[in-house]
């Protein structure tokens, strides 16, 4: 071996070794390659304690190293899982060599849904009994279920709130892109939407009839009548709540009172058609009629 300047210069006590002596050394080297030793050990017993102290030192340094991996992953653990599902991302639309557009939308849609924070949320609430996932579904909600005038029940029977609960747990969170369309004109329509943040214009025959922001809804035509009277499409990163044409029918066949209105609402809708030139004007005549029945209702 090159360089090698023999054992007795390594260790004086080599020559008078006996087998017990040379396992000894040898286990204490190899165990001092781990960390650097000072303490020139020559006999058998310093070598066996100092191998002893060598690797009770490597564990505990292990477990600090540990430790402090630990704490770090600690720190903020949603916004890493975040951080990785967009390294991930980015590396599917490398691997898809989607264009660059569609890419800077699909990276939108992932910090518009998720904001920096990583959770899987449907997970979350299964998790939470039905009384939690209610309150957490009201607080979310339930500023925008009472803009609509269709939907207000005062019964006064002690259901009106139970009313309004169920709905807000059928409600699923939707998010849209800048110049996404939501829903399209002509098409057979059966969720109605309701905007928590962002904003949309309404689209009708090609041309912009109105914009929409935080609090506004659309869609109500298409969960009494199953038809889209108009295009919706996001001008900015938009959240919204959508309530489908299934669950709100569910919902309503457990209150007597609301199926008999809603099935009105609906009869009213498609005389109004027959009797409007557009389909945009029977829908204003028909929410401006539920906002004076709410509001004589509210006087009463």
Known sequence: MTGFIGWSNAWSGVENAGVVELYSYSFFKAV????????????????????????????????FLGAISSSTMSINPSGKLFAQKMDELSDYVKWKNLKPETTKKIFSYYETKYRGKF???????????????????MQNTQALLERVPFLHRQMNDGRDGIFLARLSTMLHANYFVKNDFIVKQGDY??????????????????????????????????????????????????????????????????????????????KEYEERLKTTSTT?????????????????????
């Open 119 to 137: 959770f899987e949320e449907e997970g979350l609430l299964l998790e939470l009994n039905d009384s939690l996932r209610t309150e957490i579904s």
């Open 32 to 63: 001092g390659n781990m960390f650097p030793c000072a303490f020139p050990a020559q006999t058998a017993v310093e070598q066996l304690v100092a191998s002893f102290y060598i690797i009770v030192s490597a564990v505990l340094y292990a477990a």
């Open 189 to 266: 329509g059966f969720d109605m939407y309701f905007i928590l943040s962002g904003m949309v214009n309404v689209i009708v025959d090609g041309k912009k009839v109105a914009s929409l922001h935080d609090g506004a809804y659309f869609g109500e035509v298409a969960l009494l009548t199953k038809v889209r009277t108009s295009s919706v499409q996001a001008t900015a990163a938009s959240v919204l709540y959508r309530l489908t044409f299934n669950d709100f029918h569910s919902v309503i066949n457990e209150f007597d009172d609301m199926k008999i209105r809603i099935k009105a609402l609906t």
């Open 280 to 300: 945009e004007e029977a829908v204003s005549k028909l929410r401006k009629k539920t906002i004076d029945r709410k509001s004589q209702t509210a006087v009463a």
